[in-house]
């Protein structure tokens, strides 16, 4: 079956850039969606198809996905970006998910 | 604007059936190439997906769950529904109804708010 490895945690800095990556074998080759979670709240979709902005999603959210490995990064960190951050992708007729990311705004 | 709602049980004994339905407003659940899907968080872990169904009927199930899962649609009351049998401790969750667009690399844009199943006798 296919595996997405995330990093348990990511620090970063108030107003720095924070890179969460996602990797898989040959991910490059699919989409790659990603979800922020808040304690006590459901997913709410941020990037979709490596790279796309929901609307109402803030232009410092930005995606980009090659070879074996996916990134999400977040511009300018914000205390309000602190939470779970999942990749999703679709393989053999399976959503997967990856573990998760604890991002931490110091 | 699209809202799905989560309801069941939220306590089930061990060796049982968990039963839950999610009810969709806001729109048809029959309109437009969406999936609904079953995702599940157990406290302080990560999403596992369960299974989606179209409203042709058609699913998929995640095979690790495969033998013990059924998910429906009933169309005309905008709902669809999931059961999980034969139970233990390790299905306590969270658990999620959610939409997803497109057949494969669909993302989910609509989730309800969740509900808490704790399997306990």
């Known amino acids: 079956s296919y595996e997405l490895t995330q990093p348990l945690s990511v620090s970063v800095a108030l107003g720095q850039t924070a890179r969460i990556t996602c990797g898989g074998n040959n991910i490059g080759s699919k989409n790659v969606h990603w979800y922020q979670q808040k304690p006590g709240q459901a997913p709410v979709l941020v990037i979709y198809r490596d790279s796309n902005r929901p609307s109402g999603i803030p232009e410092r959210f930005s995606g980009s996905n090659s070879g074996n490995t996916a990134t999400l990064t977040i511009s300018r960190a914000q205390a309000g970006d602190e939470a779970d951050y999942y990749c999703?992708?679709?393989?053999?007729?399976?959503?997967?998910f990856g573990g998760g990311t604890k991002l931490t705004v110091l | 604007q699209v809202q799905l709602q989560e309801s069941g049980p939220g306590l089930v004994k061990p060796s049982q059936t968990l039963s839950l339905t999610c009810t969709v407003s806001?729109?048809?659940?029959?309109?437009?190439?969406?999936?609904w899907s079953w995702i599940r968080q157990p406290a302080g872990k990560g999403l596992e997906w369960i299974g989606r169904i179209y409203t042709s009927g058609s699913t998929n199930y995640n095979p690790s769950l495969k033998s013990r899962v059924t998910i429906s649609v009933d169309t005309s009351k905008n709902q669809f529904s999931l059961k999980l049998s034969s139970v233990t401790a390790a299905d306590t969750a969270v658990y999620y109804c959610?939409?997803?667009?497109?057949?494969?690399?669909?993302?989910?844009?609509?989730w309800g708010q969740g509900t808490l199943v704790t399997v306990s006798s």
């Open positions: 806001g729109g048809s659940i029959s309109s437009g190439s969406y999936y």
């Open positions: 999703q992708v679709w393989d053999s007729s399976t959503e997967v």
């Open positions: 959610a939409r997803s667009t497109g057949y494969s690399s669909g993302w989910y844009d609509y």
